[in-house]
């Protein structure tokens, strides 16, 4: 090490260094020094503004809270409770852990309640349902609204807004115009045109769409022939046709009467299901016969002949449909998890 590098490497000793008294002399004599002001009112004014925040937190969780409150304790209605729960999303219900936003159930009550009213002043208009009655059926619409997304979503189904169009043409060209329909939605709904296909066209296609994937769906179609052969098993014990058709048929013009269809002759009904009827005897019941209806049991009770050639048949029948989509979303609900946070 040079001698150079010993000096600067040196530490002084106690002796060298400076007494307290020499420091201080050494010291300018020149005023304390202060933090600047400026530092000093910014931390005041950043305090100020984080307590405000806080404070309008705390305002706001409690205002939050105090509606929450009103909401699913009291009930609360009105042009206040409107705005807020169509400014936050607060919930109605939870079906299977998803949300159903109280805005939307608030919408269906009072969309239903209007409607209600309107049918009320009809000269025929019979017993109309209750308030109660009213909310409890639009929960209902908006859980079955969300079985059906998740049965979309499983089937990997969707409706396009040109779908929707066409659909809502028909409707258009079926009754006078889109003015006057338009007319008649305000009318009967308080909606838009656009309000309507969202809330029942995309709905109603969606079903349709949904419905054609589940009878696709072999679980499903196997259960659907099974309750057939059920109801044709317990014909065969010695079960009373009538008796079967009324329980059992999902033909609403013939199951009260039994399965009564009456006299008809050939290219008045579905092929599949005339064939099968003109080849029975007189008394005889045929085995399950499948057409686009669904399933059907078909027992002859009279014929009428020309010549040899049977012409016309009296028969009755029991329908029973493939499984359906409205069976799907039933069994859906009967398996979901629902908790309402309303009062229905």
Known sequence: MTMSEEILNEQPTAAETPAPEATENLAPSAAPVTPPRRTTSRRVFLS??????????????????????????????????????HAIPYPAAFVNGNPVRYSDYADDVATLTRFYGKMSQQPDAGPLPTDQEIRKDAMDRLVQEELLREAALKYNVSVTSQEIDDEFKKIVDG????????????????????????????????QQKVGEAVQKDEKYAQQGEGKAREVLQKLKDGGDFAKLAAEYSADPGSAQRGGELGWFGKGVMV?????????????????????????????????????????????????????????????????????????E
Do not use: C
Not at 175 to 200: H, P
């Open 271 to 343: 092929a599949p299901f005339e064939q099968a009827a003109f080849a029975l005897k007189k008394g005889e019941t045929s085995d399950l016969v499948k057409t686009d209806f669904g399933y059907h049991i078909i027992n002859v009770e009279d014929v009428k002949e020309v010549d040899g050639a049977v012409t016309e048949v009296q028969a009755r029948h029991i329908l029973i449909q493939p499984y359906t989509v409205d069976d799907y979303l039933k069994e859906a609900k009967d398996a979901a998890k629902v908790t309402l946070l309303v009062k």
């Open 48 to 85: 100020f503004l984080l307590g405000g925040l806080a404070g309008i937190a705390v305002l706001a969780i409690v205002v939050l809270g105090i509606f929450a409150l009103g909401i699913y304790k009291f009930g609360w209605q009105g042009t206040a409770t409107d705005v807020a729960v």
């Open 175 to 206: 009754r006078g115009g889109e003015a006057s329909v338009k007319d008649e939605i305000a009318d009967l709904y308080g909606w838009t045109i656009e309000q309507f296909k969202t809330k029942v066209m995309r709905s109603y296609l969606l």
